[in-house]
């Protein structure tokens, strides 16, 4: 089974710095794609960034990136200048690849709270 | 208007009733999805359904049932509601196929079991 792990609890940053945020998966598939969730004060989950598993190249969306080390079974996510409304909840998931036993469900981390400070 | 929509937003019910949560969405999607999210365990799957005549069971799917309407709608039931059934529910959709590569989630449900 896939299992998705977050360590870090709660993170803090100030204002206009860079925070990562870690992630590492365990799975026996090849095939697989990795998400990054935001979970504002609002409870919507938004999509931040996603990253195929076949692309070696880091997915990155403006101020968010990732660093995936496939070897290694990992997804840490960078903010760079940071803002106060990205002050959320961010999960980590998975999912399989189409011709996987798990496509198209996620199984998400347990959830890094990241405050934002002045 | 939001694609996915969950009604009620925010629900107290008390231990032994039945409850319905439902889920719309205007995306076109085959894909209906429910999750559970309770502290410190992230989001946990519990029913999905990849079209009218397909439901399947996620991991956490013992005292829940749920029932796909139409392509548009999947209500997730709580025959006998639990304290432990305390938590943030999320519908979410997908497209399915080649082209599936992301969930669209409702705003949730708070639902408290008293």
């Known amino acids: 089974a896939q299992t998705v792990t977050q360590s870090q609890p709660e993170m803090s940053v100030q204002e206009a710095e860079t925070v990562t945020l870690s992630c590492t998966y365990d799975t026996s598939e090849s095939d697989y794609y990795l998400f990054w969730y935001k979970q504002p004060p609002s409870r919507q989950m938004i999509l931040v960034i996603r990253q195929e598993a076949y692309k070696q190249q880091n997915a990155t969306e403006n101020r968010f990136s990732v660093n995936f080390q496939k070897a290694a079974k990992s997804f840490s996510l960078k903010i760079s200048d940071s803002q106060l409304g990205d002050a959320a909840m961010y999960f980590c998931a998975y999912r399989g690849g189409i011709n996987t036993g798990t496509a198209s469900k996620l199984t998400f981390g347990t959830g890094t709270r990241l405050q934002v400070t002045l | 208007d939001a694609d996915v929509t969950q009604t009620p937003r925010n629900r107290i019910t008390k231990t032994g009733k039945r409850i319905m949560l439902e889920c719309s969405q205007t995306k076109g999607h085959d894909r209906m999805y429910w999750y559970r999210q309770d502290p410190g365990l992230g989001l946990r799957l519990i029913y999905y359904?990849?079209?009218?005549?397909?439901?399947n069971k996620g991991e956490i799917s013992d005292g829940y049932s749920v029932s796909r309407q139409a392509q548009a709608k999947f209500s997730l039931s709580l025959e006998s509601a639990i304290p432990n059934q305390t938590a943030l529910y999320f519908c979410?959709?997908?497209?399915?196929?080649?082209?599936?590569?992301?969930?669209?989630f409702g705003p949730g449900t708070r639902l408290t079991v008293l």
């Open positions: 359904s990849f079209d009218v005549k397909d439901i």
């Open positions: 979410a959709t997908s497209t399915g196929g080649l082209a599936d590569n992301e969930q669209f």
